[in-house]
T-cell receptor
């Protein structure tokens, strides 16, 4: 099965360190989304790509966050100078552009703990 | 702007009892609505969706939801729950950029 995969599944880091998460979407999907989920909250939209173009960024995405999708396939989300408030589950999802009303397919998430 | 309100953060229920998880939405564009389920330590899985047509949509595991335009609701129901239905359920509406806008979730706890 070639569902959405995320790596690593868990990351523990010290405050101030940089971390990077990777997402491999379903291969035919040209849209890729990043979400953040904290305890007691639903997933919150961070940013999305259509092929390699980053088309929208949420106000939640501070300057310390950067996302890329260089070849329109996998994507990375980097957090620089991590803070304790960055502790969350980072979810990746993908979808088809040609199905604008269709659902998003989610990976299992990357859980970040900042000590 | 689109938004979703899930009125109950936690719903405890006994096995084989009926359950309703409430969801209200706000949207100024075409309405596409979804329910996702998240089991512990897992990602989000689509449970069911409303895109158009019949206002009553069903999932393969006995859940159903009804789109009610006048009440701007999309409540999720199941006539008889199982222990295995214990999970967190998220209602979502499609945003103008194709993203999903989620509610805060409802934790369903099914007790024997």
């Amino acid at each position: 099965d070639t569902g959405v995969s995320q790596d690593p599944r868990h990351k523990i880091t010290k405050r101030g360190q940089n971390v990077t998460f990777r997402c491999d979407p379903i291969s035919e999907h040209n849209r890729l989304y990043w979400y953040r989920q904290t305890l007691g909250q639903g997933p919150e939209f961070l940013t999305y790509f259509q092929n390699e173009a980053q088309l929208e960024k949420s106000r939640l995405l501070s300057d310390r966050f950067s996302a890329e999708r260089p070849k329109g396939s996998f994507s990375t989300l980097e957090i620089q100078r991590t803070e304790q408030g960055d502790s969350a589950m980072y979810l990746c999802a993908s979808s088809w552009l040609n199905r604008p009303a269709g659902e998003l397919f989610f990976g299992e998430g990357s859980r970040l703990t900042v000590l | 702007a689109q938004s979703v309100t899930q009125l109950d953060s936690q719903v405890p229920v006994f096995e084989e009892a009926p359950v309703e998880l409430r969801c209200n939405y706000s949207s100024s564009v075409s309405v596409y609505l979804f329910w996702y389920v998240q089991y512990p330590n897992q990602g989000l899985q689509l449970l069911l969706k409303y895109l158009s047509g019949s206002t009553l949509v069903e999932s393969i595991n006995g859940f159903e939801a009804e789109f009610n335009k006048s009440q701007t609701s999309f409540h999720l129901r199941k006539p008889s729950v199982h222990i295995s239905d214990t999970a967190e359920y998220f209602c979502a509406v499609k945003g103008s950029q194709g993203n999903l806008i989620f509610g805060k979730g409802t934790k369903l706890s099914v007790k024997p």
